[in-house]
């Protein structure tokens, strides 16, 4: 069973990049039958979506943070990872790494990783 | 949001209630790519329901989903205490993105 853990820094001061990390356990990025993705979340806020990776390396981001994202299989294929450049107060949120099925449907999801941003 | 849901829903033990989530996109036209999501306090979401209709392995029967038009529904028969949570809608939107709707906090009387 897939399991998937966030990793990274609780607070990033303005202006400068977020990096987190998720590492995948009980499975493997073979295949195009999954993608993987970063969702977040505000305080009392909804859900939103950041970009995804699919096994190949082809990446599709949220047209909100286009230029500021960049998401990334790391060569050792046991993780991947989150890039945000330039982060404000508003990028202060929990950020989940998640699994798409084909169909789009999020079935496996990280616990959180809670991020402030802030000087 | 690009999905609009109601803000909160309640229900009695028991009670049947449905969530709207409007503004979904069709791909082909014979099904939606809506999923649901049920979020507990302080938790990650779950996968409930996929497709727009398909339950999630080990999702209780209770929970439905249909849709009609550009507006998807999810219902759940026979509330149940443990069903207090907050409800997502998602969609695959034809500039290759997933959209969430705002969230419908369910509450059980």
């Known amino acids: 069973q897939v399991q998937l853990q966030e990793s990274g820094p609780g607070l990033v001061k303005p202006s400068e990049t977020l990096s987190l990390n998720c590492t995948v356990s009980?499975?493997?990025?073979?295949?195009?039958?999954?993608?993987w993705s970063w969702v977040r979340q505000s305080a009392g806020k909804g859900l939103e979506w950041i970009g995804r990776?699919?096994?190949?390396?082809?990446?599709s981001y949220h047209p909100s943070l286009r230029g500021r994202v960049t998401i990334s299989l790391d060569s050792s294929r046991t993780h991947f990872s989150l890039r945000l450049t330039s982060v404000t107060a508003a990028d202060t949120a929990i950020y989940f790494c998640?699994?798409?099925?084909?169909?789009?449907?999020?079935?496996?999801w990280g616990p959180g990783n809670a991020v402030t941003v802030s000087s | 949001s690009a999905l609009t849901q109601p803000a909160s829903v309640s229900g009695s033990p028991g009670q049947s209630i449905t969530i709207s989530c409007s503004g979904t996109?069709?791909?082909?036209?014979?099904?939606?790519?809506v999923s649901w999501y049920q979020q507990h306090s302080g938790k990650a979401p779950k996968l409930m329901i996929s497709?727009?209709?398909r339950r999630s392995s080990g999702v209780s029967d209770r929970f439905s989903g249909s849709s009609s038009g550009d507006t998807a529904s999810l219902t759940i028969s026979g509330l149940q205490a443990e069903d207090e949570a907050e409800y997502f809608c998602?969609?695959?939107?034809?500039?290759?993105?997933?959209?969430f709707g705002g969230g419908t906090k369910v509450t059980v009387l």
């Open positions: 998640t699994r798409s099925t084909f169909v789009h449907a999020i079935d496996v």
């Open positions: 009980g499975g493997s990025f073979s295949g195009d039958s999954h993608y």
């Open positions: 990776v699919y096994a190949s390396g082809i990446t």
């Open positions: 996109s069709s791909v082909d036209g014979s099904y939606k790519l």
């Open positions: 497709e727009g209709s």
């Open positions: 998602c969609s695959y939107m034809d500039v290759s993105t997933l959209v």
